[in-house]
């Protein structure tokens, strides 16, 4: 791979296992949300695996110690709508999360993504912005957010999604070099209509049951 430790294609067991029951076509909407879900988890574990930690004591039943947690609050911000699915049970990992959104639309006649609705929380800069959407396949979405990110003084972006198509891991490493891409797996291409191939369809249709 020509992005070196940009790109995390995380490999487990566990992870093939859960992808392959959620790209077929006759998992049931309950089910494709929870394995959603699991996938999520352990790629936002691998994600965060290397971010600051300072050191606090604790007080055991037995004595004190000294014990570890994290720096900075971790951040997560899923882009609408599909990343909704995918953020809930990451968010269940770091309760202490504070979580924005970001939501876009593609303006057919410019082709380009627009901003339709944003919150950021006020001190998103600080520690490390989990974004995340569980399919990365043109790319427009996710270069646009991480942008807004940017704009907003983040500076530890980490991009988590499910899939990822090779046209969408270029644009957006052209776009943005020092986000890391963490993903399960990445496909061999978009259709013409910008749907990754193999892929699991429609994400959002998927997990919110709008087929
Ligand atoms: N969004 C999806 O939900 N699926 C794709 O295959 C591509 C974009």
Same mark, same amino acid.
């Given at each position: 791979?020509?992005?070196?430790?940009?790109?995390?294609?995380?490999?487990?067991?566990?992870?093939?296992?859960?992808?392959?029951?959620?790209?077929?076509?006759?998992?049931?909407?309950? #089910? %494709?949300?929870?394995? !959603?879900?699991? =996938?999520?988890? @352990?790629? &936002?574990?691998?994600?965060?695996? +290397?971010?600051?930690?300072?050191?606090?004591?604790?007080?055991?039943?037995?004595?004190?110690?000294?014990?570890? #947690? %994290?720096?900075?609050? !971790?951040?997560? =911000?899923?882009? @609408?709508? &599909?990343?909704?699915?995918?953020? +809930?049970?990451?968010?269940?990992?770091?309760?202490?999360?504070?979580?924005?959104?970001?939501?876009?639309?593609?303006?057919?006649?410019?082709?380009?993504?627009?901003?339709?609705?944003?919150?950021?929380?006020?001190?998103?800069?600080?520690?490390?912005?989990?974004?995340?959407?569980?399919?990365?396949?043109?790319?427009?979405?996710?270069?646009?957010?991480?942008?807004?990110?940017?704009?907003?003084?983040?500076?530890?972006?980490?991009?988590?999604?499910?899939?990822?198509?090779?046209?969408?891991?270029?644009?957006?490493?052209?776009?943005?070099?020092?986000?890391?891409?963490?993903?399960?797996?990445?496909?061999?291409?978009?259709?013409?209509?910008?749907?990754?191939?193999?892929?699991?369809?429609?994400?959002?249709?998927?997990?919110?049951?709008?087929?």
């Amino acid at each position: 791979m020509p992005y070196g430790t940009m790109l995390q294609v995380i490999k487990h067991p566990l992870i093939d296992h859960y992808l392959t029951r959620i790209r077929d076509i006759d998992t049931s909407c309950a #089910r %494709f949300r929870d394995l !959603v879900g699991c =996938v999520g988890t @352990l790629l &936002a574990y691998e994600a965060t695996r +290397d971010v600051k930690q300072e050191e606090v004591e604790v007080q055991t039943p037995m004595e004190k110690c000294t014990g570890l #947690r %994290f720096a900075n609050n !971790v951040c997560i =911000v899923p882009i @609408l709508r &599909a990343g909704i699915g995918f953020s +809930d049970a990451i968010v269940s990992l770091f309760p202490d999360a504070h979580i924005g959104h970001i939501g876009l639309f593609r303006n057919e006649d410019i082709l380009e993504p627009v901003e339709y609705y944003k919150s950021l929380p006020i001190q998103i800069g600080q520690g490390p912005v989990l974004l995340v959407d569980p399919m990365l396949a043109t790319g427009g979405s996710a270069i646009a957010a991480a942008k807004m990110l940017k704009e907003k003084g983040c500076k530890d972006i980490r991009f988590i999604c499910l899939i990822a198509a090779p046209e969408g891991i270029e644009k957006f490493h052209i776009a943005h070099p020092d986000v890391p891409i963490y993903t399960a797996a990445v496909d061999r291409q978009l259709d013409e209509n910008g749907y990754i191939l193999p892929g699991l369809g429609d994400a959002g249709d998927r997990i919110f049951g709008t087929l």
